[in-house]
T-cell receptor, first 113, second 115 residues
Framework: AAGVIQSPRHLIKEKRETATLKCYPIPRHDTVYWYQQGPGQDPQFLISFYEKMQSDKGSIPDRFSAQQFSDYHSELNMSSLELGDSALYFC????????????FGDGTRLSIL | AQTVTQSQPEMSVQEAETVTLSCTYDTSESDYYLFWYKQPPSRQMILVIRQEAYKQQNATENRFSVNFQKAAKSFSLKISDSQLGDAAMYFCAYRSLNTGNQFYFGTGTSLTVIP
């Protein structure tokens, strides 16, 4: 069965650069979640979208923005990258909002030099 | 790749009763970590309990305990004396120590606590 696809799997950037992470949900899933997991840390919820509208907002920095497109894929745009942005970024998708099963992607590992 | 399976999309428990959430995983590794996270409506992930695979003793945190069966690749979470505040999504997660500390998550179990 198709799973959540995240691209790229690995990304290396330098400070003050920008990065765009992409997430392709499971077909027919209408909700996407973004999480950030720093080294040795627990996942932090960043933001979620339901039917292309922002649904919940967590610890997303002002330097980051995200959106969900008409095909339900989502992109996380990160600007003015800092060393502390080095982390695993997970995307998950679900069918519907609320307490629905979330299917996680394998994550994008972002390294800031 | 490792997989984590939570076969119970929804569970319910009467307040003050005990409930067990199941989690199984597939791996060929011998050393790894297992986690249970609680996700309230805020969507934040709150660490409930962590288990190191090399430790035979089951981890316990107050009313939360696990039944870690390494050979069976099972890692269930037991919540005793359930409280209304325990209602949330619960995610089981696996952390590899070999593949760059990669995390793998189950799909979650929605726990309802009935007053």
């Amino acid at each position: 069965a198709a799973g959540v696809i995240q691209s790229p799997r690995h990304l290396i950037k330098e400070k003050r650069e920008t990065a765009t992470l992409k997430c392709y949900p499971i077909p027919r899933h209408d909700t996407v979640y973004w999480y950030q997991q720093g080294p040795g840390q627990d996942p932090q919820f960043l933001i979620s979208f339901y039917e292309k509208m922002q649904s919940d907002k967590g610890s997303i920095p002002d330097r980051f923005s995200a959106q969900q497109f008409s095909d339900y894929h989502s992109e996380l745009n990160m600007s003015s990258l800092e060393l502390g942005d080095s982390a695993l970024y997970f995307c998950a998708s679900s069918l519907g909002r609320g307490r629905q099963p979330q299917h996680f992607g394998d994550g994008t590992r972002l390294s800031i030099l | 790749a490792q997989t984590v399976t939570q076969s119970q999309p929804e569970m319910s428990v009467q307040e003050a009763e005990t409930v067990t959430l199941s989690c199984t995983y597939d791996t060929s590794e011998s050393d790894y970590y297992l986690f249970w996270y609680k996700q309230p409506p805020s969507r934040q992930m709150i660490l409930v309990i962590r288990q190191e695979a090399y430790k035979q003793q089951n981890a316990t945190e107050n009313r939360f305990s696990v039944n870690f069966q390494k050979a069976a690749k099972s890692f269930s979470l037991k919540i005793s004396d359930s409280q209304l505040g325990d209602a949330a999504m619960y995610f089981c997660a696996y952390r590899s120590l070999n593949t760059g500390n990669q995390f793998y998550f189950g799909t979650g179990t929605s726990l309802t606590v009935i007053p």
